[in-house]
């Protein structure tokens, strides 16, 4: 079983339509759980990060973490053509040199 | 904003060649790191580094690999002699503490012909 699985999409939708991005591990000591959305050529930037299980919002941006299920999610409400790019899960825990592993990426269109 | 910035933004070089790949991470950043992006694939950790020592390596990040702070600002990777499959984007990433946010730069393409 992979540590981190994310679904690659592609996934499309209308402007202003709510998305749902979500990742699975298998690892349970991950303590952080981060998303960043990545542009073509460009390096990964972060979107926003949670520690442990729960909800956090950050503008259209809300992520959910339910350790429970090994289950995190990405909501963005509003979709804009802006938003288009890949967007990677990343976790991490602390033990020895904060190794973050990544989701392989989901490619989302956000089409006007 | 700072940034982590990296160059050359692209590199081709021969098989069995070594390279160099320079970024200089957030200047009051203590923890340093590379990961790597082959075409199409995930993001993968190679290395970190902390307080002049690798703290945690990959398997990927094998004798072929090393990694220098030759001085206050500029932290390299170096590949000895490289492979047709070490063909990827090389991201180099900085953190204040041990923990996120994981601050990347732009990437260096690297083109093993």
């Known amino acids: 079983q992979k540590e981190v699985e994310q679904d690659p999409g592609p996934l499309s939708v209308p402007e202003g339509a709510i998305v749902s991005l979500n990742c699975t591990y298998s690892?349970?000591?991950?303590?952080?759980f981060m998303w960043y959305r990545q542009y073509s050529r460009k390096g990964p930037e972060l979107l926003m990060y949670t520690y442990s299980s729960g909800n956090k919002e950050d503008g259209r941006f809300t992520a959910q973490v339910d350790k429970s299920s090994k289950y995190i999610s990405l909501f963005i409400r509003d979709s804009q053509p802006s938003d288009s790019a890949t967007y990677l899960c990343?976790?991490?825990?602390?033990?020895?040199?904060?190794?973050?592993?990544f989701g392989a990426g989901t490619r989302l269109f956000v089409k006007a | 904003e700072p940034e982590v910035t990296q160059t050359p933004s692209h590199q081709v070089t021969q098989m069995g060649q070594e390279v160099i790949l320079r970024c200089v991470p957030i200047s009051n950043h203590l923890y340093f790191y590379w990961y790597r992006q082959i075409l199409g694939q995930k993001v993968e950790f190679l290395v970190s580094?902390?307080?002049?020592?690798?703290?945690?390596k990959s398997e990927i990040f094998d004798d072929q690999f090393s990694v220098e702070r030759p001085d206050g600002s500029n932290f390299t990777l170096k590949i000895r002699s490289t492979k047709l499959e070490d063909s990827a984007m090389y991201f180099c990433?900085?953190?204040?503490?041990?923990?996120?946010?994981?601050?990347f730069g732009n990437g260096t393409r690297l083109t093993v012909t």
């Open positions: 990343a976790m991490t825990h602390l033990r020895g040199g904060f190794k973050t592993i």
């Open positions: 580094f902390y307080n002049n020592e690798i703290s945690e």
């Open positions: 990433a900085s953190t204040l503490s041990q923990g996120p946010p994981l601050h």
């Open positions: 690892n349970s000591a991950f303590q952080y």
